[in-house]
């Protein structure tokens, strides 16, 4: 059987996410866990951004569906709006955390991460959503596709970090981690939007050219 290959990716960032869920967010169902100490001043902060990342997280997989989108038209608008709703909310949030851990010892250069990273999917989700709007489906799914890559960021660098042990390198390792998945969020969405020419190009054999048969000059046919 042809294992299909959006399939495989959302299987793998399915199970990227359950990792993650448990090895850096397991602290939100563990009232004794220390990690409480750290979120604590901003709590009330984090529980907004968390409830638009889960939105975020949950829903968009399911735009993706084919079926869905063919079978249940405005569910399928519903969870969209959904999860416009819950990036435009996720990403401000995320960037102000950054900016509130500055006081708690955090460099400078983690809130310009978290700045450039909501822009990024502030941008790319308006974008998906204006081509939406306009009924421009082939750029709204290419926006959309970047969209819920920028967002995966999240999942991404802590997964990374995770499964390496490189999250006890010192900040530096952590900074560079995050930036290396956020320049590589597009790119990658990029591949994934294209697969199928891509593919094609790589697999299909390139056809010889057949030398054209050269024509012999009347004047020289008339002087044999």
Partial sequence: MKLNAKYVVFTL??????????????????SSNPAWQHFA?????????????????????????????????????????????????????????????ERMGAPRSFTILGIVDALMLIGA?????????????????????RSYAIALVFIAGRFVMGVTGWETLGIEIVQAIIWSCLALSVPLADVAIHWKELRSTVTVPVKARVPQKQSVPEDA???T
């Fill in 13 to 30: 960032i399915g199970l990227a996410s359950v990792y993650v869920l448990y090895h850096n967010e397991r602290f939100v169902v563990e």
């Fill in 41 to 101: 001043p901003f709590k009330w902060w984090l529980l907004p951004h968390a409830v638009f990342g889960t939105v975020v997280l949950l829903f968009a997989p399911f735009q993706f569906s084919n079926r869905l989108r063919q079978r249940f038209t405005k569910a399928h608008r519903v969870m969209g709006r959904l999860y416009v709703v819950g990036a435009l909310g996720l990403a401000p949030l995320g960037a102000y955390i950054q900016y509130y851990q």
């Fill in 125 to 145: 989700t308006l974008m998906a959503f204006l081509f939406a709007i306009k009924r421009k489906i082939n750029l709204h799914r290419q926006w959309a596709t």
């Fill in 221 to 223: 046919i008339r002087a």
